[in-house]
Antibody, heavy 121, light 112 residues
Framework: QITLRESGPTLVKPTQTLTLTCTFS??????????VGWIRQPPEKALEWLGV???????RYSPSLENRLTITKDTSKNHVVFTMTSMSPVDTGTYFC?????????????WGLGTLVTVSS | NFMLTQPLSVSESPGKTVTISCTRS????????VQWYQQRPDSPPTNVIY?????PSGVPDRFSGSIDRSSNSASLTISGLKTEDEADYHC???????????FGGGTRLTVL
């Protein structure tokens, strides 16, 4: 059974950097084909894909945000770390990490519960 | 780049059938698979359809997906509606030109 859990600060100040950790179990991110993505959802709004990291260390980011985003992995700890720089109030929302369904290229089959991040001074 | 457009809301009565559309703004809807996710209040999304029309194990066969090349759209159909189906539904596809995952705006289904 695959599980994921996001952790990190619930409140960040404008201009600060957000760092979130996704701790997972049930798969190894060093195994061929595995990937973990990050998605966010402002209150009462749509899902927005942020980025993904693959088993081979390659990363892809949303074109509109890629200059602010970094995703790294620590396969020994089953962690994925997400950072977003220059936070502003419009970045307020719930941030999810999710597992990509193996064998199906672009589908997230398991999601963490999400963590609500508020950006405010 | 393309966008996926969904109706903001749909409503239907229990026992009836509802269809939610997801229209691709440019490029061929069939070029990349479409996925559908159900999101109940205060919960994360769960996948109910992948690769246009495939159901993950555990998803009832009341849920089905399809694509329509003529309207360049994908559809999620839920038959025999139950009150537990009341949720937000999100479509998602992949933009190969930017290597980006694209979500639709989400549709709120009310079962009344």
């Amino acid at each position: 059974q695959i599980t994921l859990r996001e952790s990190g600060p619930t409140l960040v100040k404008p201009t600060q950097t957000l760092t979130l950790t996704c701790t997972f179990s049930g798969f190894s991110l060093s195994a061929n084909g595995e990937a973990v993505g990050w998605i966010r959802q402002p209150p009462e709004k749509a899902l927005e894909w942020l980025g993904v990291i693959y088993w081979d260390d390659s990363e892809r980011y949303s074109p509109s945000l890629e200059n602010r985003l970094t995703i790294t992995k620590d396969t020994s700890k089953n962690h994925v770390v997400f950072t977003m720089t220059s936070m502003s109030p419009v970045d307020t929302g719930t941030y999810f990490c999710a597992h990509r369904k193996v064998g199906v290229t672009h589908c997230f089959d398991s999601w963490g519960l999400g963590t609500l991040v508020t950006v405010s001074s | 780049n393309f966008m996926l457009t969904q109706p903001l809301s749909v409503s239907e009565s229990p026992g009836k059938t509802v269809t939610i559309s997801c229209t691709r703004s440019s490029g061929n809807i069939a070029a990349n698979y479409v996925q559908w996710y159900q999101q109940r209040p205060d919960s994360p999304p769960t996948n109910v359809i992948y690769e246009d029309d495939q159901r993950p194990s555990g998803v009832p066969d009341r849920f089905s997906g399809s694509i329509d090349r003529s309207s360049n759209s994908a559809s999620l159909t839920i038959s025999g509606l139950k009150t537990e189906d009341e949720a937000d539904y999100h479509c998602q596809s992949y933009d190969i030109s930017t290597h980006s995952w694209v979500f639709g705006g989400g549709t709120r289904l009310t079962v009344l």
